[in-house]
């Protein structure tokens, strides 16, 4: 948003954010400048009235040309003002494993985005396939635009040692591992991560490193933790809990592999940070994965442990492979950023007004 402030200006557009100091969000820090006018509105105050109907009504109050709802959760409400909405990916429906009340309530929300908003934004070719597949949407209405992350952080800029020490102490970690980051649940597939991390030491007794999963537990991760527990003599798992970007940048720099073994992903920002920072990656060959990472990875069957244990041992045995990824992983991160990201969403919502 506060690149859109930016760009109000240039793009000759009014951008009025609909904030309330009643609720806990970044935007109420927004700062006003010429065509960015945050405006204060009640019915933000209760998040189901805001979602059901609030966001229409309070824009059509304020005689707005275009609402963007940059959640696909924020309901199109009659035909107060034309919506454009962003519907990241369709996980709950192609791959559900959120818990089945919020499953639910997001296959409502999205299908009733999907037929009343005027356009779609979505993140990645494969996420506008499920959108058109899965809703009927015709080609014209869905637009790809690609996330980015933090540049500041997320870099291939060398950590100083003493920083990287302290981190590293911090986590416990005094050997060479392997990484993974995001919530801990079952989309994630590390169940068959941990075995494969298992096998691949079995299988290579020179291998001394440890795994490193780290994130929030999210939800159905109890399995996840049995099987991390259910064998002690092959290597050391480490759950590190959530890391703050701060740390995650230094974790990445400093791993010896990172691997994303996603079932399913609409653009998986962790991939992206993983390259971002030069961490040599490899990656499942499901969903988006190959589209994000532009197809330079090394990319495994993530239904098949042996499959994936072999790429860890193959990137792992080879200095060379791995500055391979390291170098093309960050190359390929370079075509990422917000700023594109917030360019080309303006030039959605100035055509969807101007239609």
């Known amino acids: 948003m506060l690149r859109f402030r930016e760009m109000a200006l240039k793009d000759s557009v009014h951008v009025t954010p609909l904030i309330s100091p009643a609720r806990a969000n970044d935007a109420n820090a927004f700062e006003a400048s010429t065509r ?13 009235v805001w979602r059901y109907g609030g966001a229409c009504l309070s824009a059509w109050i304020n005689r707005a040309d275009l609402l963007f709802c940059p959640s696909g959760t924020t309901l199109p409400f009659g035909s107060f003002v034309p919506v454009v909405a962003t519907i990241h990916d369709l996980t709950p429906i192609v791959c559900p494993t959120f818990p089945k009340r919020i499953a639910r309530g997001l296959k ?22 499920d959108l058109m597949e899965t809703f009927g949407l015709p080609e014209s209405r869905v637009h790809v635009i690609y996330l980015g992350c933090d540049e500041k952080l997320f870099n291939d800029v060398p950590v100083l ?39 691949a030491l079995s299988r290579n007794p020179n291998l001394e490193l440890d795994l490193v999963l780290a994130g929030d537990l999210g939800w159905q991760y109890e399995d996840i933790l049995a099987v991390a527990q259910s064998n002690h003599s092959a290597g050391r798992i480490i759950f590190s809990g959530p890391v703050a970007d701060e740390n995650l940048s230094v974790l990445l720099k400093s791993a010896s592999l990172v691997v994303i073994p996603s079932l399913y992903e609409g653009f998986c920002l962790p991939l992206l940070e993983a390259m971002a920072c030069s961490a040599p990656t490899i990656c499942s060959n499901s969903s988006c994965l190959p589209e994000i990472s532009g197809g330079i990875l090394r990319y495994f069957d993530p239904t098949s442990v042996d499959d994936l244990a072999t790429c860890i041992e193959q990137a792992l045995e080879s200095a060379e492979l791995r500055a391979e990824l390291s170098s093309h992983g960050r190359k390929r991160a370079a075509l990422f950023s917000w700023q594109r990201c917030a360019e080309e969403t303006m030039e959605v919502l100035k055509s969807a007004a101007r239609s």
Do not use: W
């Open 108 to 129: 409502f929300a999205f299908a009733n985005t999907a037929r009343f908003s005027r356009s779609i934004i979505t993140d990645s070719l494969c996420s506008k396939r």
């Open 161 to 199: 040692p003493p920083l990287r020490t302290s981190v590293l102490n911090k986590f416990g970690l005094h050997r060479p591992y392997i990484f993974h980051h995001g919530t801990i649940q079952p989309r994630k597939n590390l169940k068959r991560l941990i075995e494969a991390y298992r096998m």
């Open 36 to 48: 960015f006018q945050p405006l204060k509105t009640n019915l933000f105050r209760i998040g189901r």
